[in-house]
């Protein structure tokens, strides 16, 4: 399946520094024969093709300083571990896929337990979230922690793939509250699990892409300005990732652009 | 440690994550959310003295849009099915789903969780159901990931005969 992508963050008409991060890219490990006088090359098969693209959003909490240190701490981390296991992708058979999503479960403790260790202080450490989506053949390994999203457009549908860490969510979950009363609560958005912070439950998941699907990452910024009904018409046009990308930011903006905004686009070929 | 790959399988609405939550995380919300793809949670039991943990792989549940994606069972040791209580076209489609999983899978060992007892004044099976289960050889539990009813039997049975 081909794959087309693009990244965008713009700081936003409020805010004076940009707290958040975007990466994409793809991880090879791969061995290619030009000439051999081996009869069986098949045991060499599972090493021809391993590639894995990922892509992750990170958004430094907000009103504290340093937040911005810690969205780029997680994702630099994020990236040190899975370049570190970089053989988990290939042949990803059943067994090695659930030893593949625990590592990203490690990664993602790593990052956390780094952020403490190097920014920690009598106030705590700054925190982030991290949502990030590794794309091994046709399936997207989820994983999650705080409020940026995962959406993905399915024969013109949008589904969000992550749910928020907030605790107005957590309170729905626990059924103490309505989603009207989680809405009214003045500690209904605030988050209850971040990379970095008091709580960290990264949340795992996994969905199997088709051609014609597209995939977006995308920090709070662009969703408390423009709804899933607009996001799913953008998503829709026939465009580039780069248009959609740039659209998608320009409607964050055009409607108060009150935090920083980054939007990460994938489409499936 | 083992690791053992359960899917949870049924119609939407079933409930199918609502016992993951209460199982997991002893919580429970009458708020419906739709699952997309699939969403893992794990819990570690121990079963005759060994510590065994259950990767509890939750999966979209079967709608007007969407069938269930067999590619999401490759790997599993075991399969709990879900049926709501009240809603009689799950229980009907509980059969072919467990047909398309055996296809895809083989068969596995399988429980079948009647699930939303505490809705009894709306429940629609009856003894002749729980016969067809049983003439069947399908272990079914009743379920309420509300009141927690039989929702550690079920995972329990789940885990301990999980091949």
């Known amino acids: 399946m081909n794959?087309?992508?693009?990244?965008?963050?713009?700081?936003?008409?409020v805010r004076s520094n940009n707290e958040d991060q975007f990466v994409?890219?793809?991880?090879?490990k791969s061995l290619e024969l030009h000439y051999t006088s081996l009869d069986d090359q098949s045991p060499l098969g599972n090493l021809n093709s391993s590639e894995a693209m990922f892509f992750v959003v990170a958004d430094g909490?907000?009103?504290?300083?340093d937040g911005e240190l810690a969205s780029g701490a997680a994702v630099q981390s994020m990236l040190q571990y899975?370049?570190?296991?970089?053989g988990c992708f290939n042949n990803l058979d059943v067994t090695r896929e659930n030893e593949?999503?625990?590592?990203?479960?490690?990664?993602?403790?790593?990052?956390?337990?780094?952020?403490?260790?190097e920014f920690g202080g009598p106030g705590g450490a700054p925190s982030t979230t991290l949502t990030m989506a590794t794309l091994v053949g046709q399936r997207a390994y989820l994983i999650h922690v705080g409020d940026s999203r995962?959406?993905?457009l399915h024969s013109g549908r949008l589904r969000q793939l992550t749910r928020d860490q907030t605790m107005g969510n957590y309170m729905v979950d626990a059924g103490a509250w309505t989603e009207e009363q989680a809405a009214r609560a003045k500690v209904g958005g605030n988050l209850t699990s971040t990379v970095g912070g008091a709580e960290m439950a990264p949340e795992v998941g996994l969905v199997d892409l088709e051609p014609g699907d597209t995939l977006l990452l995308c920090s709070d910024g662009l969703t408390k300005h423009v709804d899933d009904a607009r996001i799913a018409t953008f998503l829709g046009r026939p465009d580039s990732a780069e248009s959609i990308c740039k659209a998608l930011v320009s409607a964050a903006l055009e409607a108060g652009g009150t935090d920083n905004v980054t939007v990460v686009v994938a489409r499936m070929q | 440690m083992m690791q053992k790959k359960v899917c949870m399988?049924?119609?939407?609405?079933?409930?199918?994550?609502?016992l993951v939550q209460q199982y997991v995380h002893s919580m429970f919300s009458a708020k419906y959310h739709s699952t997309v793809g699939v969403k893992i949670d794990r819990k570690t039991v121990t079963i005759a003295g060994t510590d065994v943990t259950?990767?509890?792989?939750?999966?979209?549940?079967?709608?007007?849009?969407?069938?269930?994606?067999?590619?999401?069972?490759?790997?599993?040791?075991a399969i709990l099915y879900v049926v709501d209580g009240t809603r009689r076209e799950t229980f009907t489609q509980l059969f072919e789903l467990k047909a398309i999983a055996d296809a895809a899978v083989g068969p596995l060992p399988s429980c079948v969780a009647l699930n939303k007892t505490d809705l009894s004044d709306q429940w629609v099976l009856g003894p002749a159901d729980d016969r067809q289960l049983l003439d069947l050889g399908w272990h079914a539990v009743r379920s309420s990931a509300k009141t927690g009813e039989g929702v550690e039997a079920a995972f329990q049975w789940i885990a301990e005969h999980a091949k």
């Open chain 1, 150 to 152: 995962a959406y993905y």
């Open chain 1, 24 to 28: 994409i890219g793809t991880l090879r």
């Open chain 1, 82 to 86: 899975i370049a570190q296991t970089a």
């Open chain 2, 54 to 77: 259950l990767l509890l792989w939750d999966l979209a549940g079967r709608d007007a849009h969407q069938d269930i994606s067999v590619s999401y069972l490759r790997g599993a040791h």
């Open chain 2, 9 to 18: 399988v049924g119609v939407f609405g079933a409930g199918k994550t609502c």
């Open chain 1, 3 to 13: 794959l087309e992508s693009f990244g965008q963050t713009d700081t936003g008409k």
């Open chain 1, 100 to 117: 593949f999503l625990e590592r990203l479960e490690s990664g993602v403790q790593r990052a956390h337990q780094q952020i403490q260790r």
């Open chain 1, 61 to 65: 909490v907000g009103g504290r300083p």
